[in-house]
Nanobody
Framework: QVQLVESGGGLVQAGGSLRLSCAASGSIFSINVMGWYRQAPGKQREFVATITTGGSTNYADSVKGRFTISRDNAKNTASLQMNNLKPEDTAVYYC???????????????WGQGTQVTVSS
């Protein structure tokens, strides 16, 4: 019923920037919160950032001050602007949405393909 597609990943040198996008579509009545997660090779998936419909944001300590999450409520999209990238930011990045029944991907443990971000030193 809900489709989420990430884009914008790629290869960048340390200190560079990337902007990721997430597009949500399907039978969605209301999206309360949009968020980003990431998973590095051999590690657990971790929280990166969230943003509410009203614009309130929350960030993981590891990205605070470097990453900025934003959203367009009318278009059901979310973006993640990543500045001053570090090699430890290398991971597959996933987006998720919180709807009336909960977190769509997290609660079903079904994450899709995500978008790969690779930061070289």
């Amino acid at each position: 019923q809900v489709q989420l597609v990430e884009s914008g990943g790629g290869l960048v040198q340390a200190g560079g920037s990337l902007r990721l996008s997430c597009a949500a579509s399907g039978s969605i009545f209301s999206i309360n919160v949009m968020g980003w997660y990431r998973q590095a090779p051999g590690k657990q998936r971790e929280f990166v950032a969230t943003i509410t419909t009203g614009g309130s944001t929350n960030y993981a300590d590891s990205v605070k001050g470097r990453f900025t999450i934003s959203r367009d409520n009318a278009k059901n999209t979310a973006s993640l602007q990543m500045n001053n990238l570090k090699p430890e930011d290398t991971a597959v990045y996933y987006c998720d949405v919180r709807i009336h029944s909960g977190w769509y991907r997290r609660d079903s443990d079904s994450w899709g393909q995500g978008t790969q971000v690779t930061v070289s030193s």
